[in-house]
């Protein structure tokens, strides 16, 4: 286990739907990450936070919204999304969103969009 | 140009040969050129690490090598075994800020018994 957990670990959902997911790392980082991961295709940034202010938003469609109440908690929420929307979502957290880190990454949630 | 290129897109080894992986970059101002191992149903996790002042680094079984010039770099897993089977990608960052971290879209690695 890397110390950041997602879940649910498998989500299928409407496009007319909306749900949320979640991300907790029990590591002290004040750094917290969305990633996208489709088939074949390089990992994408999504956001970033750094102590719990969004730094980081890679023109990420409206239908996807972040949030971070703490430096220990993620969310990304999910609405009218689409069928290429699937994906696996990987958070990561890291002690600093700009210092010489690593980023430990949690182990994601399948995305299904039907 | 931020791209990173990574190949091949598969890769098939016998147990106890050598995997190759290999990747270039355009971007002369990166500084920070990290591979990560993801096996499935797992996030990817940081194998190794290198800076381009020095060519290469070994750590067990794993090689990075670096070239500069070309602006080329290969991950080299020595004595390949079953384990080893999983999704690999090179990246490349200014500074290892997670932030900032481009990623190669990824080698899927099967080690054949």
């Known amino acids: 286990e890397t110390g950041v957990t997602q879940t649910p670990r498998h989500l299928v959902m409407g496009m007319t739907n909306k749900k949320s997911l979640k991300c907790e790392q029990h590591?002290?980082?004040?750094?917290m990450y969305w990633y996208k991961q489709s088939a074949k295709k390089p990992l994408e940034l999504m956001f970033v936070?750094?102590?719990?202010?969004?730094?980081e938003n890679n023109s990420v469609p409206s239908r996807f919204s972040p949030e971070c109440p703490n430096s220990s908690h993620l969310f990304l929420h999910l609405h009218t999304l689409q069928p290429e929307d699937s994906a696996l979502y990987l958070c990561?957290?890291?002690?600093?969103?700009?210092?010489?880190?690593?980023?430990?990454f949690g182990q994601g949630t399948r995305l299904t969009v039907v | 140009q931020q791209q990173v290129k990574q190949s091949p897109q598969s890769l098939i080894v016998q147990k106890g040969g050598i995997s190759i992986i290999n990747c270039a970059y355009e971007?002369?101002?990166?500084?920070?050129f990290p591979w990560y191992q993801q096996f499935p149903g797992k996030g990817p996790a940081l194998l190794i690490a290198?800076?381009?002042?020095?060519s290469e680094k070994k750590e067990g079984r794993f090689t990075i090598s670096f070239n500069k010039s070309a602006k080329q770099f290969s991950l080299h897993i020595m004595d390949s075994q079953p384990g080893d089977s999983a999704t690999y990608f090179c990246?490349?960052?200014?500074?290892?800020?997670?932030?900032?971290?481009?990623f190669g879209s990824g080698t899927r690695l099967s080690i054949r018994p």
């Open positions: 990246a490349a960052s200014r500074g290892s800020s997670a932030s900032k971290i481009i």
């Open positions: 990561a957290s890291s002690q600093d969103s700009r210092g010489n880190t690593e980023a430990f």
């Open positions: 290198i800076r381009p002042d020095v």
């Open positions: 971007n002369t101002a990166f500084d920070y």
């Open positions: 936070y750094s102590l719990e202010e969004r730094v």
């Open positions: 590591l002290g980082h004040n750094a």
